[in-house]
C-alpha cells in the first residue's frame, strides 16, 4: 500500500514537473544567433590553440631551416 502511494505521488510529481517545463521554441533569429555564438567561441578556441603551436614550434622550424640552407651552401661550395 505504501509503495501505491509513493508510486502515485512521484508519477504526479513528475507529471507536474513535466507540465510546469513547457516549449521554449527560438524564433530563426535566436537561433542564428546561438549558431553564431558557439562558432565564433569555438573559431577563438581554435585560433588560440594554432596560435600556441605555431610559437611552439616555430624557434625549430627555423632552425631547421637555417640548417637546411648551411648544408646546401657546404655541398655547393666545393664544386665551385
Not at 4 to 23: F, K, Q, T
Not at 53 to 79: I, M, N, S
Request: net charge negative.
Amino acid at each position: 500500500m505504501k509503495k501505491s502511494v509513493l508510486g502515485i505521488l512521484a508519477g504526479a510529481a513528475l507529471m507536474i514537473s513535466m507540465a510546469s517545463c513547457g516549449e521554449k521554441l527560438l524564433t530563426e533569429e535566436q537561433v542564428q544567433a546561438e549558431i553564431t555564438k558557439g562558432f565564433d567561441a569555438g573559431k577563438a578556441a581554435v585560433e588560440q590553440e594554432m596560435s600556441a603551436k605555431c610559437d611552439a614550434e616555430f624557434e625549430g622550424r627555423v632552425t631547421a631551416e637555417v640548417d637546411r640552407l648551411k648544408a646546401e651552401f657546404q655541398a655547393a661550395a666545393p664544386a665551385q
